[in-house]
């Protein structure tokens, strides 16, 4: 599915460092509808608001994030995370996928892969971000079952 939405951002840049979000019509991303979210980017200081969350992330980790900013997320491990991510494509001005296996926030445990890319209304400033995140189904489960508190760290 990752590969499928990076030829899909590819294909829509047409010459230019960036496409536009009014260049990609939701119909022919319906094969990941539910796990692509879009972001706005806000600057001085660099902030990230999601201006939409893919129903099938919501539901996976519990809540919706739509119209929130991401410090607004309870998981404080998932927020680092997430802005580490977000931060490295507004760097590197291209596109950046992130692994997680069996990795440990504060709540769970993930198994999925994230790929960020950035968008643009005028071709040049990053003014949104829109990921697709692929869950892992096998491997470990979705929620930790050795509460944080415990000590449990992730490192076994």
Not at 26 to 47: C, E, F, K, M, Q
Not at 57 to 73: H, L, N, S, W, Y
Not at 94 to 122: I, K
Request: aromatic share 12%; charged share 30%; glycine share 8%.
């Amino acid at each position: 599915m990752l590969q499928r939405f990076y030829a899909d951002w590819e294909t829509r840049r047409r010459g230019r460092e960036f496409p536009a979000r009014r260049d990609f019509d939701p119909w022919d991303l319906r094969y990941a509808l539910g796990y692509i979210s879009l972001l706005d980017v806000l600057r001085d200081p660099l902030r990230f608001r999601f201006r939409l969350q893919g129903i099938g992330i919501a539901e996976r980790i519990g809540m919706d994030m739509t119209g929130k900013f991401v410090e607004a997320m309870p998981d404080r491990r998932h927020y680092h995370m997430a802005m580490e991510h977000y931060s490295a494509v507004i760097e590197a001005r291209g596109p950046a996928v992130r692994m997680r296996r069996a990795y440990v926030t504060d709540a769970r445990v993930w198994n999925c892969e994230v790929l960020a890319v950035p968008l643009s209304n005028n071709g040049a400033d990053i003014d949104m971000l829109m990921s697709c995140l692929a869950w892992d189904e096998g491997g470990a489960p979705k929620y930790s079952a050795v509460p944080i508190d415990a000590g449990f760290d992730g490192r076994t």
